[in-house]
Nanobody, 123 residues
């Protein structure tokens, strides 16, 4: 298990962009698949995107496909989420998490997660 710290959230207008970062501690970071999740008030946690341990494969929820891009830099122990064409429906607290695989992350099986960063999109 590693410690994760998200950053980069903020307030943007609809149609704008944000890039979230997730910094990880621990020498075994590169062995984990990574994912991004979000949770809005009164809503259940929602899967957003996942990337495999090597960064060669990605998967996205239908709601963000074509707008969001997940990437990782194992040398920097960091995973990113580039969010473009943001909509008010994207407003939520965004969390990054580790998992054994992309399949595990899609199924909600998380090993570690961070404290989250708030993203607010105004109309």
């Amino acid at each position: 298990q590693v410690q994760l710290v998200e950053s980069g959230g903020g307030l943007v207008q609809a149609g704008g962009s944000l890039r979230l970062s997730c910094a990880a501690s621990g020498r075994t970071f590169s062995t984990y698949a990574m994912g991004w999740f979000r949770q809005a008030p009164g809503k259940e946690r929602e899967f957003v995107a996942a990337i495999n341990w090597s960064g060669t494969s990605t998967y996205y929820a239908d709601s963000v496909k074509g707008r969001f891009t997940i990437s990782r830099d194992n040398a920097k122990n960091t995973v990113y989420l580039q969010m473009n064409s943001l909509e008010p429906e994207d407003t939520a607290v965004y969390y990054c998490a580790t998992g054994d695989s992309q399949v595990a992350l899609r199924g909600g099986v998380l090993r570690s997660w961070g404290q989250g960063t708030q993203v607010t999109v105004s109309s």
